[in-house]
């Protein structure tokens, strides 16, 4: 069975940073690309970032302030984010890529 623990959320207040943590399990970790994907109240869910085997990529929104990377022997992928902002507020949620996986997500409150 495929598990993806989020953890990591909280409130903070603009400006702030959080780092978030996914662990994974019930898969080959290694061998898929992990994303990010966060949605707000009332919103569609925003992709936000993915991490491959070899690859980085953004969306416009956070590029420059968040960074994904991954730690396959912990099978773990992070997203610091920094400079955060209260357009950022949304529950984060991980994905493992190519499947419909996803874990139960966790809540980013940027707020002053």
């Known amino acids: 069975e495929v598990q993806l623990q989020a953890s990591g959320g909280g409130l903070v207040q603009p400006g702030e940073s959080l780092r978030l943590s996914c662990a994974a399990s019930?898969?080959?970790?290694?061998?898929?690309?992990m994303s990010w994907v966060r949605q707000a109240p009332g919103k569609r869910p925003e992709w936000v970032s993915t991490?491959?085997?070899?690859?980085?990529i953004y969306a416009d929104s956070v590029k420059g302030r968040f960074t994904i990377s991954r730690d396959n022997s912990r099978n773990t992928v992070y997203l610091q984010m920094n400079n955060l902002k209260p357009e950022d507020t949304a529950v984060y949620y991980c994905?493992?890529?190519?499947?419909?996986?996803r874990g139960q997500g966790t809540q980013v409150t940027v707020s002053s």
């Open positions: 994905v493992q890529v190519g499947t419909s996986n």
């Open positions: 019930g898969f080959t970790f290694s061998s898929y690309s």
């Open positions: 991490i491959t085997p070899r690859n980085t």
